[in-house]
Each structure stands twice: as C-alpha cells, then as structure tokens.
C-alpha cells in the first residue's frame, strides 16, 4: 500500500430496487445521485466532493450484489445523529444499534436500509481527532 493515501477510496452497497434504495438515502441524508451503468451494472453514485475529505461510492444492482447485515460496514458522517435516526425511522427502517458514544471519536449508530444492508452513522465530536 502506497504510504500517502488513504486506504480506503470507494465503496459499494448492494440493493435490489435501485428506485427504492435512492429514495432511502435522498430522505435520510438529502444526498443527490448520478446514474450509471457499469459492466450491466446499474449504479446510483453519490456525491463526490474532489476537494473535500472522505471518499465516495455507489448504490449498485447486478446479479453478484447481494445485500447483507453480515460483512462490511460503511459509516456515514452526520451532523445531527438522533435527527438521522428519526428519518431512519420515519422510513420505516430498523435501528441496529442506538446512539453510542466512541469516546473522544464520537458517537455511532447502526440501522439496516431498505435494502437489507447494515450501515452505520458517525457524529463527531468537538475534540475528536477525526
């Protein structure tokens, strides 16, 4: 691994109803998609900021995603965790795991999505190193 990267620079979450899992993440984080087809392989990208930190991913559909509670875990940062979890709620989703704080990391939560998949919420806090 090159030693001036970050690890990790994309994701993908599995769906079986593209329609469906955008309009899930839209309500939950107000997140805007492009749409593309890759090796037949329907994809919902989210936003990807060049400047900014982080990385980016995509929603996929295709015969070899299945989505999961087991496996990887994707967190999404937050501002507002009890507010993400009220939407998470408010669309008729399971919380997993509730608000818990991570020490001088923060706060995280886990709820399954309209897909299936286990996904997990970070909130930080002032002093947090991240």
């Known amino acids: 691994m ?6 990790v620079v994309y994701f993908e979450i ?17 997140f805007d998609f492009e749409i593309d087809y890759i090796d037949h392989n329907e994809m919902a990208i989210f936003p990807f900021f ?4 982080g990385i980016s991913g ?6 070899i995603y299945i989505p999961s509670l087991n496996g990887t875990l994707i967190y999404f940062n937050t501002d ?6 009220q939407l998470v709620v408010e ?6 795991y509730p608000k818990t704080s991570n020490g ?3 706060y995280v939560a886990e709820f399954q ?12 806090v002032l002093e947090s190193p991240i």
């Open 2 to 7: 090159s030693s001036n990267c970050n690890a």
């Open 14 to 30: 599995p769906v079986r109803d593209i329609n469906r899992a955008i309009s899930f993440y839209k309500a939950i984080f107000d």
């Open 50 to 53: 060049d400047k900014l930190r």
């Open 58 to 63: 995509a929603l996929v559909k295709g015969e």
């Open 80 to 85: 507002d965790i009890e507010a993400s979890l």
């Open 91 to 96: 669309q008729r989703a399971k919380i997993l």
């Open 104 to 106: 001088i990391w923060g």
């Open 113 to 124: 999505d309209s897909e299936g998949n286990r996904i997990g919420l970070h909130m930080k």
